[in-house]
């Protein structure tokens, strides 16, 4: 799949980002049932993904330092950063 698209991500761990209930905010989906009765993605957990080289190197010098401050932080929400700069 990666070599037929190589300007996306592609990766073995799915996840859904969703409106809220509510309708004031994103609900992030990743367990397998919502995955499934959805049909669809958003996200690719960068842990089993296949990028292009050029997307890491975007990640380490084009990331904005709030955002890599967040991540170091907290040790999470690399795989929403990766997503946002490739898409």
């Known amino acids: 799949a990666w070599r ?41 957990l960068t842990k089993a993904a296949f990028m292009h080289a050029r997307y890491l190197n975007l990640y380490s010098q084009g990331l904005p330092q709030e955002a890599r401050a967040y991540i170091d932080t907290r040790k999470n929400c690399e795989d929403i950063a990766m997503q946002l700069l490739v898409s």
């Not at 609900?27 to 499934?36: A, G, K, M, Q, S």
């Open 4 to 44: 037929a698209h190589p300007d996306v991500l592609v990766g073995y761990y799915p996840r859904l980002h969703k409106p809220s209930p509510d309708g004031c905010g994103w609900r992030y989906v990743w367990n397998d049932l919502d995955l499934w009765w959805h049909g669809d993605f958003s996200i690719i």
